[in-house]
């Protein structure tokens, strides 16, 4: 035994390295000592005439252990360092042959391509994925890559952070052999074959026939670089990785690496490169639910009955049978019902026209959806989900027809965006199986689900309700019953915010690209016409209870609502749209703008990009601190997973919380008692950013704080 995390075993003369460190195999402390251990013992026994490394479990080495990145990030500890592992590999004088199944990613691409050759399962996968966490491939990934399978692919590979598919693999050259059947077998055979052909067994170091001329590449870094720009807009990453495969086109493999390590290093210590580790943690985090443990018993939900074939109950219906669970889908209205439908399959027609999957699938997700006008089949169903329009007395209306149906132990959800769960679960006689089940549009694409707990939702409905989300690959994150929940809750004061910017002198535009060059994925503006500005307007009349007296309120978009602007469906909101949906800026609502604000005395002036930015991001931060202190969010991580997840909120900023910490919750403070004192009562400062701004902490803090009380109680 080389250690408890590397086995050596051997099969005549081939040696078997097999990594057993579950579940995925990283690379965590003990990894690479264990690998150089057991290719030394196999190395120096003259039995032994190739090696195959290996992963036990279900993958090959899956990827860095990102806590150890995660502390090198934070200045706590060195970044792994491979590259006298990675020598040692390539080094050897027996051929070493990588057997890969299930994926290959990161560091695990990385020793793979150490290796003199690599075989694979066909249904494994390489990548890396680097760049999703704000760095590039620094174990030499970026000056092996290019040499086995040329600078273009590489550089697809090192910005799209995608991985590639076996037989994709073997074409680029990154591959050998796909091995059918058995892959231990088969790489055993494979490598007993290399071990007879003889050497010498090529170090992929020295390759160079692949690296293309100057001239060659020129073009192909500049296509690379505009990918990036497109598709990592504002991303930091991308960029630095092409420039480490410059390096590897033009440089002598060492020098490659030195110039890798310093741009790796460079990665690490970046505010992206920490933002996008806390997303990450932030989404695996969101799962764990203190008074809700791990075993709470849970049902695996095979049947949905859905009420509304609406935008979300269609959208949802596809989610489910996407993952193949079966839907009764039920609509109040035949027409609706039929261009639900229609819609549905379009959708589906559209995948398998860009190759997404083929028409058998589509026809087998078909098959699962049953569209119906009647509530039979609802008495069966694990989980009954209503989405019919936001209307208080209409949700309690249908709860309480569907309490007499639904099987005794179903979960009863709600898509309500905004209303109350407590008063709908009153609508039954068990409250205790009622939950929100808050998808977003387009349901079908869209990963967030805000999971709404009710005052007296039961214990396993919430489990369930985050096994779900889990099957239907989506984010599930726990939050309490108030007006918009988290997600809108903070929307609306953003969404205001950028109104009042308009009516004193900035144009929609003008918001609306500050917004988009900062990272957000739209501007707000455009988010409002997209959602609809009778969606918005309908919230606000179901929340007129709410607004504080004698505040300013916003007035344009009453105006557009009742002309009958209500977005992109009606060809014009705060845009106009042509035929395509492109948006551009119309002249009557500038008009309006500025008569509404000269009407009510509203002084116009330049606004400057700056002023933009903090109040709709403060704004919003500030209701988050609300959120955050009133308990319906547990934690600040779970506010940016929901931002992250649902909202288009750039990934590279970690989420608004995050954000705040990294301006400094004290500028973020005196920023927001200024406005309050320009703009009154809507800017009232959370207590809880006040204290955190006073005591020179941090939301990261304070979650970590109460982590540890909890898990102290
Ligand atoms: P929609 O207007 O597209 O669909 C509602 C559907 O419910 C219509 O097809 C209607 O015929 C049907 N319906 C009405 N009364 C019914 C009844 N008594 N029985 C059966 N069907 C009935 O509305 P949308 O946008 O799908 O919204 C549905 C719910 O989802 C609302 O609560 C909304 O707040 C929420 N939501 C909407 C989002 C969006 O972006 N549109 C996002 C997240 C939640």
Redesign the pocket.
């Given at each position: 035994m080389a250690n408890q995390l590397v086995s050596l075993t051997r099969d005549a003369d081939v040696a078997i390295l097999t990594i057993e460190n579950p579940p995925v195999n990283a690379l965590s402390p003990g990894v690479p000592e264990g690998i150089s251990a057991a290719l030394d013992q196999a190395g120096r026994d003259p039995a032994i005439r190739a090696v195959v490394l290996i992963g036990g479990g279900r993958t090959f080495i899956a990827g860095a252990d990102i806590k150890e990145l995660e502390h090198a990030a934070q200045g706590q500890g060195a970044a792994p360092k491979l590259h006298a592992l990675l020598a040692q590999i390539e080094d050897s004088a027996k051929p070493v042959v990588m057997a890969i199944h299930g994926t290959a990613l990161g560091g695990g691409l990385e020793v793979a391509m150490a290796g003199h050759y690599r075989v694979a399962s066909p249904d494994a996968q390489a990548g890396q994925p680097e760049v999703n966490l704000g760095i590039i491939p620094g174990a030499e990934g970026t000056q092996r890559l290019p040499r086995l399978v040329g600078v273009a692919a590489a550089i697809d590979l090192c910005v799209s952070g995608k991985p590639v598919s076996a037989s994709q693999g073997l074409s680029m050259g990154l591959i050998d052999r796909i091995i059918e059947g058995d892959l231990r077998a088969g790489a055993v055979t494979f490598a007993r074959e290399m071990a007879e052909r003889g050497g010498p067994h090529r170090k992929t170091r020295d390759r160079r026939e692949k690296l293309g001329s100057p001239q060659e590449n020129a073009p192909l870094f500049a296509a690379g670089r505009e990918q990036a720009r497109k598709t990592r807009r504002n991303m930091t990453a991308p960029l630095v990785a092409i420039e480490a495969l410059e390096a590897a086109a033009t440089l002598p493999f060492d020098e490659g690496c030195r110039k890798e390590r310093e741009m790796i290093t460079a990665c690490l210590a970046s505010d992206q490169c920490r933002a996008l580790i806390h997303a990450f943690f932030s989404e695996r985090a969101a799962a764990k639910i203190p008074d809700v443990p791990k075993d709470t018993p849970a049902m695996a939900v095979g049947s949905a009955a859905i009420?509304?074939?609406?935008?979300?109950?269609?959208g949802i219906a596809m989610a489910m049978a996407n993952v193949g669970i079966s839907v009764r889908l039920?609509?109040?209205?035949a027409v609706?019902?039929d261009?639900?439908m229609a819609v549905i399959r379009k959708n589906y027609e559209s995948s398998v026209k860009k190759g997404r999957f083929s028409q058998a699938v589509m026809d087998q997700r078909m098959a699962l959806i049953q569209p119906q006008l009647g509530y039979e089949g609802f008495d069966s169903a694990d989980l009954v989900l209503e989405?019919?329009?936001?209307n208080l007395a209409?949700?309690k209306?249908?709860f309480s027809e569907i309490d007499k149906i639904a099987r005794p132990d179903a979960v009863l959800a709600?898509?309500?965006?905004?209303?109350d769960i407590d008063q709908i679960a009153n609508a039954t006689a068990r409250p205790a199986s009622v939950i929100g089940l808050?998808?977003?549009?387009p349901?079908h694409v869209m990963r967030l689900v805000e999971i709404v707990r009710g005052k007296a939702t039961g214990k396993p409905v919430i489990a369930t309700a985050l096994a779900l989300a889990k099957k239907l690959k989506k984010v599930g994150v726990l939050v309490g019953n108030c007006n918009g929940f988290v997600g809108n809750r903070m929307m609306f004061p953003y969404i205001r915010e950028a109104q009042f910017l308009v009516e004193e002198g900035a144009t929609p535009q003008q918001v609306d690209q500050a917004l988009f060059a900062w990272g957000m994925a739209m501007g707000i503006f455009a988010v409002d016409d997209m959602?609809?500005i009778d969606?918005l307007w309908r919230?606000r009349q179901e929340a007129k209870h709410l607004e504080k007296p004698g505040a300013r309120r916003p007035l344009v978009h009453d105006k557009l609502y009742e002309m009958g602007r209500l977005g992109q469906k009606t060809g014009a909101g705060w845009y106009r749209y042509d035929e395509n949906r492109r948006p551009s800026p119309d002249p009557e609502v500038l008009a309006l703008i500025e008569q509404t604000a000269r009407a009510a005395g509203i002084p116009r002036r330049e606004i400057a990009t700056e002023e933009i930015l903090e109040r709709c991001l403060y704004v919003m931060i500030n209701e988050g601190a609300r959120i955050l202190e009133e308990g319906y969010a547990l934690r600040a991580a779970d506010i940016d997973t929901i931002y992250l997840a649902g909202y288009g909120f750039p990934s590279y900023r970690g989420g608004p919380m995050w954000y705040a910490d990294t301006v400094g919750l004290q500028k973020v403070a005196r920023r927001i008692e200024e406005f309050h004192r320009q703009h009154g009562v809507l800017w009232e400062p959370a207590p809880l950013l006040l204290r955190l701004a006073a005591e020179g902490r941090t939301f990261a803090e304070y979650d970590a704080a109460r982590e540890q009380s909890v898990s102290a109680a």
């Open positions: 009420i509304g074939a609406g935008t979300m109950g269609g039920k609509d109040s209205d609706a019902l261009r639900g989405a019919v329009f936001e209409l949700k209306q249908i709600s898509n309500t965006s905004t209303l808050h998808f977003f549009s349901a959602g609809g969606v919230a």
